[in-house]
């Protein structure tokens, strides 16, 4: 059986629970983190623990376990399971209380974090995949991971429903997100994505994609784009952590450029991996 981590323990997963008044469970009062692993290490782990900090700070949860911990913590659980390729999940809450909306006094925040097996470096659906658009219902603060995922569980099932991998998500007709992971296009061999804000999840693929284009000398642009010109453009592709880059190659049923995973796309999505490749190696 799988060994967990929470509040401090290493336990087989049947005994990692927490009580129905954890605020996570009444409330989606708390704030989560995913990062990949490869050749059995964490890639950016130290990324993803400035934006759970950052996403604590903003919801004011105390960070009770630090990055240092976390860093211990998510790697025991990569070894403890044999991970070689998967993807480490955290999450913190603002603890067990009477159910109540404002802040409890003296709670002290839930910590758990597991780890899972995934097929990240040789991932099937690298060859591409579909999308399905579907209208963003999501709240005004996105930037924070929040686990109130309610509005993307509905959007992915929409998408699923659909024989769709991810959902394209909008508003108005303007893409903002994947329902887990941030939309990019290619035109005229410049790569595209939404910039930063409070409507959106900063991406830390999407910060290193970011980095990837410009070392490779490929145009970027931050500047958000419709659903309308995703169809219309030469390549279109998601980014996150689990799914380092991954050609999207249909709209609603639609081919997006020739159908398959374009050029671009397929030298960003090399350019990540050889640098996850190094950062993770021996
Ligand atoms: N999702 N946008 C949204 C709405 C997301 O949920 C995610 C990640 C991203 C990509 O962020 P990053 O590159 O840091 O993974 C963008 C994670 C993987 C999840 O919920 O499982």
């Not at 924070?144 to 699923?160: D, M, N, P, R, Y």
């Not at 910060?207 to 784009?225: C, M, N, T």
């Amino acid at each position: 059986m799988r060994t967990c981590w929470i509040n401090g323990a290493y336990v087989p997963e049947a005994e990692a629970a927490v009580p129905i008044f954890d605020r996570g469970l009444l409330f989606g009062d708390g704030v989560y983190e995913v990062a990949a692993v490869m050749q059995g290490r964490l890639l950016d782990a130290d990324l993803h623990l400035v934006r759970l900090a950052r996403s604590l700070r903003e919801v004011g949860i105390a960070d009770t376990v630090g990055a240092a911990q976390w860093l211990e913590v998510m790697q025991a659980l990569v070894s403890r399971n044999g991970i070689v390729e998967g993807l480490v999940y955290l999450q913190v809450t603002r603890g067990v209380a009477e159910r109540d909306f404002v802040f409890p006094q003296g709670a002290t925040p839930t910590v758990f974090a597991y780890a899972r097996p995934k097929r990240v470096s040789d991932d099937p659906n690298a060859a591409g995949v579909a999308v399905h658009v579907t209208p963003d219902l999501r709240w005004a603060r996105r930037d924070i991971k929040s686990v109130s995922l309610l509005a993307q569980v509905l959007a992915k099932e929409a998408a699923k429903a659909h024989g769709c991998f991810e959902a394209m998500m909008h508003e108005d007709g303007v893409v903002t997100e994947g329902g887990s992971s941030n939309l990019w296009i290619v035109t005229d061999g410049a790569v595209q994505t939404r910039p930063l804000s409070s409507k959106l999840l900063a991406g830390i693929t999407r910060d290193v994609v970011l980095q990837v284009a410009a070392e490779a000398g490929i145009p970027v642009r931050e500047r958000a784009f419709t659903v309308e010109q995703a169809r219309g453009a030469a390549e279109c592709f998601l980014t996150s952590a689990t799914n380092f880059v991954l050609p999207i190659v249909s709209i609603d049923g639609h081919p997006v450029g020739s159908g398959v995973a374009g050029p671009v796309t397929e030298r960003l999505r090399a350019g990540y991996l050889a640098r996850a490749r190094a950062l993770t190696a021996g």
